[in-house]
């Protein structure tokens, strides 16, 4: 069982940056593979990005490729979703999310254990 908790998000103007943590509880979390994806009001869930379980690689959504990073930190339980070049469209729940599998998928079906999620507004 992994229980993730995220944090970071808030108000912040277009052009600004944020930094999102996932804090995860369990022994067992450098073996997942973890995403975040977001949810805006009326929209359908989107992956924004993914990392393996080693850190090795990554993976982006197209509308967030060049502006956020992920990064994890095994030894600290934790994910981080640095985004910068914040724009309006990007305005969203951000949830973070492990999977158990050894490949990052871009399907929120495909995650194990899910966040409560952080709100994320960027102003124009």
């Known amino acids: 069982q992994v229980q993730l908790v995220e944090s970071g998000g808030g108000l912040v103007q277009a052009g600004g940056s944020l930094r999102l943590s996932c804090a995860a509880s369990g022994r067992t979390f450098s073996t997942y593979a973890m995403g975040w994806f977001r949810q805006a009001p009326g929209k359908e869930r989107e992956f924004v990005a993914g990392?393996?379980?080693?850190?090795?690689?990554?993976y982006y959504g197209n509308s967030v490729k060049g502006r956020f990073t992920i990064s994890r930190d095994n030894a600290k339980n934790t994910v981080y979703l640095q985004m910068n070049t914040l724009k309006p469209e990007d305005t969203a729940v951000y949830y973070c999310?492990?999977?158990?599998?050894?490949?990052?998928?871009?399907?929120?079906?495909?995650?194990?254990?899910w966040g409560q999620g952080t709100q994320v507004t960027v102003s124009s």
């Open positions: 990392i393996l379980w080693s850190g090795d690689s990554t």
């Open positions: 999310a492990a999977s158990r599998r050894l490949v990052v998928t871009r399907r929120g079906s495909d995650y194990d254990y």
